[in-house]
C-alpha cells in the first residue's frame, strides 16, 4: 500500500464513523508514523508503506475511530507555539487557555522585579513551562493533585531544559502548606465545567480526557470559590489572580472574587469575543 492510497482509506473509514476532519486526521496520524510533517505526505504519495508502518497505521485509526483523541494518540500537541507531551492523566492543552498565558506573561514583564508565581492545576505543566519560556525573572511552582500529571509535566519541563526552573508540587491547594512562600501572581485553569455541562460534552472529551481535570462535580464554580479563598492567604500584597474561566462564568467569578475582598477585577475575552480570564487584584 502506498501513502495516498492509506491516506484514502483511512479517510473514508473514519468519514464513515462520523470523525469530523477525517482527511485532516488520516493525514496526521500517518505523518507521525513516518516521522514527517503533515504536507510531506504529498511529495512521497507514491512511497510504500512498510508493514510495521501499515500496521500501526492501522492500530491508530481503529483507536481515532472510537473516538479517542487524536493529540492521546500521537502523545503531543502544540501549544503557545511549543510542543508537549500529552496522556490521558492530564486535560489536552486548548487554544483558549493561550489568552490566559499571554496575560500572565505581559503582567510579569511589565516589571523588572523577580515575581513568584504559583501555576493551581498544572495538567501537562503547558502553562508554567510557556511562564518560565518567556520569563526569566521568575520564581515559578506548579501544583496538582495528580500524580500522573505532576510526572508528565516534569517530562514536559525537561524536554525544554526548564525543569530546575520550576518547583513542581503533588498536592491540593486546600491542604498543602507553603509555609512562609508568598506569591505575586497565582494563576489557574481549574475545573470549571458544571456536572450537567459534563454530560452533555462531545465522546471524545467526556469518555477519554481526565473528568477530575473537567467538573468539580457542582455547579462548575466550586473551585473558584477555594482558590479564591486560598489566594487571600498566600498573595502578596497588590498580588494578583488570574483565572480562566467558561464562557458564561465571568460574572459568577467577579462576585466570588468581590466576596474574597479582591479588588481591581476586570474581564478579558478571547479571539472569539468570549469572556475567558477573569483577574483581580488583592491589596
Known amino acids: 500500500m502506498i501513502v495516498l492510497e492509506a491516506i484514502q482509506l483511512s479517510s473514508d473509514f473514519l468519514k464513515r464513523k462520523s470523525v469530523e476532519s477525517s482527511r485532516l486526521n488520516a493525514e496526521i496520524l500517518l ?69 490566559l498565558v499571554e496575560h500572565a506573561i505581559d503582567f510579569i514583564q511589565k516589571s523588572e522585579k523577580k515575581f513568584t508565581v504559583l501555576d493551581i492545576g498544572t495538567g501537562s505543566g503547558n ?8 520569563c526569566p525573572n521568575v520564581e515559578l511552582y506548579a501544583i496538582d493533585i495528580s500524580h500522573g500529571a505532576i510526572e508528565l509535566a516534569k517530562k514536559n519541563a525537561a524536554r525544554n531544559d526548564l525543569l530546575g526552573n520550576i518547583c513542581f508540587i503533588e498536592g491540593d491547594i486546600k491542604n498543602y502548606d507553603f509555609l512562609d512562600k508568598k506569591f505575586d501572581l497565582i494563576i489557574a485553569n481549574p475545573p470549571y465545567i458544571s456536572l450537567n455541562g459534563f454530560n452533555e460534552l462531545q465522546r471524545e472529551v467526556h469518555e477519554y480526557e481526565p473528568r477530575i481535570a ?51 477585577i476586570s474581564v478579558i475575552k478571547d479571539y472569539s469575543k468570549i469572556d475567558r480570564v477573569v483577574q483581580a487584584r488583592l491589596k
Open 127 to 134: 502553562i508554567a513551562i510557556c511562564i518560565s519560556m518567556h
Open 31 to 99: 505523518a507521525e508514523i513516518l516521522g514527517i510533517k503533515r504536507l510531506e505526505l504529498y511529495l512521497k504519495y507514491d512511497k510504500p508503506l512498510t508493514q510495521s508502518e501499515t500496521d500501526k497505521y492501522r492500530e491508530f485509526i481503529v483507536r481515532r475511530s472510537k473516538g479517542e483523541p487524536l493529540q492521546y494518540i500521537t502523545g503531543h500537541t502544540e501549544f503557545y507555539g511549543h510542543d508537549f507531551l500529552v496522556n490521558p492523566t492530564v486535560l489536552i492543552p486548548r487554544n483558549d487557555t493561550e489568552i
Open 214 to 264: 473537567l467538573t468539580d462535580e457542582s455547579d462548575g464554580l466550586k473551585y473558584f470559590k477555594v482558590i479564591s479563598k486560598e489566594a487571600r492567604e498566600i498573595l502578596n500584597n497588590n498580588g494578583l489572580l488570574m483565572f480562566e474561566v467558561g464562557y458564561d462564568q465571568s460574572e459568577s467569578v467577579k462576585k466570588i472574587l468581590l466576596e474574597n475582598s479582591f479588588e481591581e
